[in-house]
Nanobody, 115 residues
Framework: QVQLVESGGGLVQPGRSLRLSCAAS????????MGWFRQAPGKQRELVAG???????NYADSVKGRFTISRDNAKNTLYLQMNSLKPEDTAVYYC?????????WGQGTQVTVST
């Protein structure tokens, strides 16, 4: 059974950093395509960053140069390093993967950027 558990969210001031983690079980992070999404109040869920099995990454234009997606194969964990945070980055952040025909989501972690 695939499980994804996010952590690392919180309240931060603009310009500060956070690192989100997504601990995976039931899949091997290093050989599966995985992604980070976010959903702000009243808005649709959107892709923030993705990483494929070969290691290539892609980012939403709004986070390019500020966010970095990575993985730790030994810990079987996906990360999202978020720097220079802005109030518009406030959202619930989810990790996901598509495995054997099923789309899996974590429970989400809240990120709030505010003074």
């Amino acid at each position: 059974q695939v499980q994804l558990v996010e952590s690392g969210g919180g309240l931060v001031q603009p310009g500060r950093s956070l690192r989100l983690s997504c601990a995976a079980s039931g899949i091997i992070v290093s050989i599966n395509n995985m992604g980070w999404f976010r959903q702000a109040p009243g808005k649709q869920r959107e892709l923030v960053a993705g990483i494929v099995s070969g290691g290539s990454t892609n980012y939403a234009d709004s986070v390019k140069g500020r966010f970095t997606i990575s993985r730790d194969n030994a810990k079987n964990t996906l990360y999202l390093q978020m720097n220079s945070l802005k109030p518009e980055d406030t959202a619930v952040y989810y990790c996901n993967t598509f495995y054997r025909g099923v789309l899996y989501w974590g429970q989400g972690t809240q990120v709030t950027v505010s003074t």
